[in-house]
């Protein structure tokens, strides 16, 4: 039996609940893991890939960046934004990341825009990294 249970929730709506042995996220300081019984904390959370692993079987959401919450073996995220792998369009991926990274490439770090555009173009690469998983 899971030693997880795992909610995933956008301000659209509930992406899924799960159990699971393991899941992996992409913080904002690094990618980290958790397992059964870890410290209860609290993440931010960096567009990226977030791994959910029961019974040896992975299944991978591409989130837009959020927080993460962990207490009593339950895992909440709360992300800007989450996709199930079968759920993306990765020719409006492809479109997003071509696009965003034009204009990044058009804009310094002291630019008011560049920090939106780079959180564009993360979110771009985790929903194409997943669609290729």
């Excluded at 029961?54 to 591409?62: N, R, T």
């Excluded at 339950?74 to 991926?93: F, G, M, N, P, T």
């Excluded at 058009?106 to 173009?121: G, I, S």
Aim: charged share 30%.
């Amino acid at each position: 039996m899971a030693a997880l249970t795992l909610e995933i929730v956008t301000p659209e709506r509930r992406v899924a609940t799960l159990q699971a042995d393991e899941v992996r996220a992409p913080g904002v300081l690094g990618g980290f893991g958790i397992r059964k019984d870890h410290t209860p904390f609290m993440s931010q959370l960096a567009p990226g890939r977030l791994t959910v692993v029961d019974g040896g079987s992975e299944v991978h959401y591409a989130i837009g960046g959020g927080f993460l919450q962990v207490a009593d073996n339950k895992v909440l995220v709360l992300a800007d934004s989450a996709e199930e792998r079968e759920e993306i369009d990765v020719d409006r991926a492809r479109r997003a990341f071509a696009e965003s990274t034009e204009r990044l490439r058009n804009l310094t770090e002291q630019d008011q825009n560049y920090p939106t555009e780079a959180a564009r173009v993360r979110r771009a690469t985790a929903r194409l990294e997943v669609a290729g998983k």
